[in-house]
């Protein structure tokens, strides 16, 4: 086994050969900064210092058998390019929260991460008949340049893209999943028109399925990339409203559409709103923040 020189390229080994586990790297480079003895520790020597995890996302034989070279020449043939958190080009506004992720697989136009004005926007996968005209507020915002950020799911996600190219403006989807995958399928064409002439990035190697419990984890870069998460329809319990509380507790703002009170999409931005979320009118309201 060849172990990779640089520590940026032990980096990205490693994050790829254990699912781009963020909690695993974080705790790895506690205890080896330099990412060097996980390749000659065991398996059970390995597992001393992650005592309360029942299972390790690395697999040591893969870790061993799988070149760095070959990695990269996979995602090179498949037009992915890995960004580090000390690459230049690593979006500053995502480098400044607490956790970080420490890889990024990126593909299409990686221009839009160096975007100074980013707006993330997130809602419900089930909207409103109203919503299509109610996230027409956005078609201006993006005809401004300032860029969309939404995680490619139906629903508000799935709008929020669309309208971007509507507007002949720019938006990045992050996704809870590997490059290699598509979830729904129902988002499949969509996802290579953005390939192709937008952004999609996701902090999990290529391989890595979509498990439900990723997705959550992967709210943390949809606010994280944003000065601002606007919030358009979500229940009272919903993963917008958790992207929501990631944005507050980034120190970033959060915006909300107010709706009926009695609307079930409605309660989660209304409840915002009492707390006190921004008021989205109109798109000015928007605009003035990025001015």
């Not at 005592?51 to 990269?72: G, W």
């Amino acid at each position: 086994m060849t172990i990779p020189k640089d520590f940026r390229d032990r980096l990205i080994h490693v994050h790829y050969c254990s699912k781009g586990d963020y909690s695993f790297l974080h705790t790895l480079l506690s205890i080896d900064p330099e990412l060097t003895f996980i390749y000659d520790r065991s398996e059970i020597e390995l597992r001393l210092y992650f005592k309360r995890r029942k299972s390790l996302p690395v697999d040591k034989d893969v870790l061993r058998s799988l070149p760095y070279s070959k990695i990269l020449h996979y995602l090179d043939d498949n037009d992915i390019v890995p960004i580090t958190k000390d690459d230049p080009v690593y979006p500053r506004e995502l480098a400044y929260i607490h956790d970080a992720p420490y890889v990024l697989y990126v593909k299409g136009n990686i221009e839009l991460l160096q975007r100074k004005h980013k707006l993330s926007v997130v809602g419900t996968r089930h909207p409103s008949p109203m919503c299509q005209s109610e996230i027409d507020v956005l078609l201006p915002v993006a005809k401004q340049g300032i860029v969309l950020v939404s995680g490619l799911a139906i629903g508000v996600d799935q709008l929020v893209h669309q309208t971007a190219i509507k507007a002949n403006g720019h938006t990045i989807a992050v996704l809870g999943f590997g490059h290699d995958h598509t979830y729904p399928l129902a988002i499949a064409s969509l996802k290579r028109e953005l390939m192709e002439k937008q952004l999609v990035i996701s902090e999990y190697p290529p391989y890595v399925a979509p498990v439900k419990y990723r997705f959550p984890e992967r709210n943390r870069i949809i606010a994280g990339l944003s000065k601002a998460t606007f919030v358009i329809e979500a229940k009272a319990r919903s993963g917008s409203l958790i992207t929501a509380n990631l944005a507050l507790e980034q120190g970033k703002d959060v915006y909300a559409l107010p709706g009926r009170i009695f609307e079930e999409n409605s309660l989660g931005t209304n409840y915002l709103i009492s707390l006190g979320a921004k008021i989205i009118l109109h798109e000015s309201s928007i605009l003035e923040e990025f001015v």
